[in-house]
């Protein structure tokens, strides 16, 4: 399903317009975006928990090279599944 599907689908299922149901899914991702961003988490009981997590500098690999490289400290996006979510996936 891509962006433009789910907003349609959101609208349908809300009894917006698409316009509305656009907004409403840009103001949805960009909460969780801002939150994220400041380090924060974002939890829906019974769906998940988007959050932060830290990943250490470590040495890698170029593929194409073989020559050892060294990889930066950073931070990584991370959704977690509720319980909610994975019963209606199974």
Do not use: C, H, W, Y
């Not at 961003?37 to 974002?42: C, L, M, Q, R």
């Amino acid at each position: 399903m891509t962006k433009s599907e789910f907003v349609d689908a959101v609208a349908e299922k809300a009894g917006l317009s698409k316009k509305d149901a656009g907004e409403a899914v840009e103001a949805f991702l960009s909460t969780i975006e801002g939150e994220l961003a400041k380090d924060g988490e974002v939890s829906f009981s019974g769906f998940g928990k988007f959050s932060v997590t830290k990943t250490a500098a470590r040495q890698g690999r170029n593929p194409a090279t073989g020559e050892t490289i060294q990889i930066k400290a950073g931070k990584r996006p991370k959704f977690s599944a509720g319980a909610g979510l994975k019963k209606a996936v199974k």
